[in-house]
């Protein structure tokens, strides 16, 4: 059957013009329907251009199991329900169904909207058509709405079955929908909420029960993981608390504002104990003299506000006093630090303060929660293999002692060897060194007039970003200059896109989930190897830990996780068989330490590489 459908002259040949078979897909395809029919979890690796996404679906439809379909982005969440779904629904002689669920902080809350007293006569009007309540209808909506924190759903506020509108809810009807449809589409975020919650709630649940789970874009789930099985409280949970209080109970304002004010104080002085820098590690020694104080301040708070509200009848008010108490226990557990298996630590995001409790090790609780629970299990990416192996993958994700794991490695189909050059100078400082950025910029503006722009130029600090920016202004570039933070990242990806010519500068954000096909792209120039920032509070503990266990950090963690992130980048350019251009990775330690084997181990062998600037400019003036 599945040869029926991807070879030459099947399903897919007859039903999509210019469709061309793919050994890669083929491949793919055969594996995920071994997997799903031996039940026994499976690593693919399909490089760009395999066309993973209808090779997981297929066999997925196939199999006739109940599946969640999992993915990194909304991006790719909605181009499989709006696009790839339907086609092969109409394609396919098996008829099935699918849905589409979102975190519920998407959706419209019937209750909350009625309460808060709606006079925006755009969201009124939506409110009273709209058949999903998603606020991505709203499409001239800022994101950072605040009229939006007032009228969404969020696990907090949610009644459920108490609700008088329950039955009306769009996150009810959302719900109904998953539980009916053969595979539910879903994002890494709402996965591991949902996982987490089944961890401590057995009986709880945000997704409908599945027999299989597929992870595309699977790179990112530890990441995930780490956020959902953690605890974070923030101040801006803080605030949301005291405004729907004062809201529930004019006459408790004041109680409102005494926890306004109590969380203010605790996160001010977290903030001054920690310094400016935007992420940092909250010592156990921090939690005495004023910032104890404080703590029990907005304890005690909290305290009252649970007892207030829980003493009530009815449901509303009884949930705001869960909350309160939540909120309590939630920071207990970041003040006393009891566990050595999580780190602690703050950041700030814009005027928000965050306080974390993060798992430092992710591997051991989805073995638990995920591998020894759910079969089969599916991951897949372009980017699993570092060097060709998957160990480092499988020990993040819990698949370490799964014996029986099936792992794939499956080639991009582009010619690399004609598409693409690899170009790595040797006469450029090490990295470390202080005019390292200054002359890593320079030689961008050589490299973007052999491309005359065309230029994604991508680097692993906002410090090297804004360096290289005064000399790229400096230069008075012939090409527009797009700069992340200077307008939204789809914005920025419309100008690009639209304006052939342009140079994008950016950081993290854009080394994946970026597509660009054609001309407008045909350069991407990364500043150096992508290790993490040695100050990183999550990655720092992983070093620690590593090295208490007697193993080598350096090795087994950053250089894999850096391999990955390389890869990501590098794969910026190619994703389409006509696309050509450079990559240039302006970091000599790919040539001259013995771990850059690993990196380039990890690049398309076939591509050929060049550290002399000459001989890149020919080998594109020759297309």
């Not at 808060?116 to 006569?121: K, N």
């Not at 771990?595 to 002399?612: A, H, T, V």
Request: glycine content about 6%; proline content about 6%.
């Amino acid at each position: 059957m599945i040869r029926e459908i991807f070879g030459d002259g099947g399903v897919l040949a007859r039903a999509l013009p210019g469709y061309e078979p793919r050994p890669q897909q083929l491949a793919m395809a055969q594996a995920v329907l071994a997997a799903l029919r031996e039940q026994r979890p499976t690593v693919v690796e399909a490089g760009t251009g395999t066309g993973k996404t209808i090779a997981y679906l297929v066999p997925a439809i196939l199999s006739g199991l109940k599946i969640i379909i999992s993915t990194g982005t909304k991006t790719l969440q909605e181009q499989i329900y709006c696009k790839d779904i339907p086609l092969l629904q109409k394609m396919l002689p098996v008829p099935f169904t699918a849905a589409y669920m979102k975190g519920i902080t998407n959706y419209l809350c019937l209750r909350r909207f009625k309460e808060a007293g709606v006079t925006d006569a755009r969201i009124v009007e939506w409110a009273a058509r709209t058949e999903t309540g998603d606020r991505a209808e709203l499409a001239d909506l800022p994101e950072d709405a605040p009229i939006w924190e007032q009228i969404q759903s969020t696990p907090e506020t949610r009644l459920g079955l108490r609700c008088m509108l329950f039955e009306d809810c769009f996150v009810t009807r959302m719900r109904r929908r998953a539980q009916q449809a053969n595979l539910v589409i879903v994002n890494h975020h709402l996965f591991f909420a949902d996982l987490a919650l089944r961890a401590t709630w057995p009986q709880a649940q945000v997704l409908p029960t599945y027999e299989a789970a597929i992870f595309d874009e699977a790179h990112g789930l530890e990441e995930v993981a780490t956020e959902y099985f953690g605890v974070q409280v923030s101040s801006y949970r803080l605030q949301t608390l005291a405004r729907d209080l004062a809201h529930r109970e004019p006459a408790q304002a004041q109680l409102a504002h005494r926890i306004d004010a109590a969380a203010q104080a605790l996160f001010d002085r977290v903030r001054r104990a920690v310094g400016p820098e935007a992420r940092g590690r909250v010592p156990a020694e921090l939690w005495h003299g004023e910032t104890l104080a404080a703590y029990h301040t907005l304890d005690n708070v909290l305290d009252q506000a649970a007892a207030h509200f829980g003493q009530y009848p009815d449901d509303v008010a009884v949930a705001l006093g869960t909350r309160a108490q939540l909120i309590r226990n939630e920071l207990a557990l970041l003040a006393e630090q009891k566990s050595r298996s999580y780190v602690y630590w703050m950041e700030t995001r814009g005027r928000g303060t965050f306080l974390h409790a993060s798992p430092v090790e992710v591997g051991p609780i989805l073995r638990e929660n995920l591998v020894a629970q759910v079969s089969p299990l599916v991951f897949t990416s372009a980017t699993l293999s570092v060097g060709s192996r998957f160990d480092y993958f499988r020990e993040r994700v819990g698949l370490d002692q799964a014996d029986d794991t099936a792992c794939l490695q499956l080639r991009s189909p582009f010619d690399y060897a004609r598409q693409a050059m690899l170009y790595v100078p040797r006469d450029l400082p090490d990295p470390q060194a202080a005019d390292f950025i200054a002359a890593a910029a320079r030689r961008m503006v050589e490299l973007l007039a052999i491309t005359h722009g065309r230029a994604f130029l991508l680097f692993t600090s906002y410090r090297n970003l804004r360096a290289a920016e005064q000399v790229l202004r400096a230069a008075q570039l012939p090409y527009p200059l797009l700069v992340q933070g200077e307008r939204p990242r789809g914005v920025l990806l419309d100008a690009f896109r639209k304006q052939i010519g342009s140079v994008l500068v950016a950081t993290a954000s854009f080394w994946e989930g970026v597509d660009v096909i054609g001309e407008a792209l045909q350069l991407v120039v990364i500043d150096k190897l992508p290790f993490a920032p040695p100050d990183d509070p999550i990655g720092a503990a992983r070093i620690e830990l590593l090295r208490a266990q007697g193993r080598d950090p350096f090795r087994d963690y950053q250089v894999p996780q850096a391999a990955l992130m390389l890869k990501q980048g590098f794969g910026r350019l190619i994703r389409h068989r006509e696309d050509r251009g450079i990559v240039a990775v302006l970091d000599r330690r790919l040539l001259t330490r013995g771990y850059g084997r690993i990196f380039l181990r990890s690049l398309p062998p076939e591509c050929p590489q060049s550290n002399d600037l000459a001989e890149v400019q020919a080998w594109w003036r020759q297309s």
